[in-house]
């Protein structure tokens, strides 16, 4: 979901927040007690968001991690965010946001892409149990993993390489997590394809 940086002009405890956000039809993301509208998603960021998400739930079926989307918020202090996708192992059993995801997954967009790697990653980097942080742009190919063990430092994945998820142990290509996404680097990509595979 993409958050616009227009805030609504009232200060708003979390309590009001809370109560309030299950009754707005506009889902807020919540920062120091100010609200922030979430607009829709283009196709390319859900169709992104729908392949990790397809893949993780099928890798964490029976197991004690879960996998949840932009419907489900993170706490983090203050704030309240709607990540694209969440891993959470350990719940605090709260039953509209998490505090303990291990997995945090933002698709970027020109809208998103300051908040996402600014304000929101440093909030995240906060949360004691996250162990890697994910943008992914959507655009053209790059799958962008900071992770804790290497202190937050990003790396950069693109199209032939494979993308480890170590706090699920999970391995996935790029050219999967981009499955029927429309930009130039994957037409380049299934061009080429194309021609060795006829």
Known sequence: MVANLIEELAWMSEEDYLRTELE????HEYIDGYIYAMSGA?????RITVNIDRVFGSHLSGKPC??????????VGSKF???DIMVVCE???????????VIIVEVLSKSTRRMD????KLAYQNIPTLQEYVLIEQDFVDVEVCRRNQGWVSSHYFLGDTVHFEAI?????VADIYERVENEDMQTF????ETIIP
């Open 24 to 27: 707005r039809e506009t889902k």
């Open 42 to 46: 283009s196709k390319n960021h859900q």
């Open 66 to 75: 879960e996998s949840f989307t932009s419907e489900v918020k993170v706490k």
């Open 81 to 83: 965010f709607y990540p």
């Open 91 to 101: 719940d605090n059993k709260q039953d509209y946001y998490t505090e303990t995801p």
């Open 117 to 120: 790697e600014t304000v929101k």
């Open 169 to 173: 142990g999970l391995a996935m290509a």
């Open 190 to 193: 299934l061009a080429h394809v």
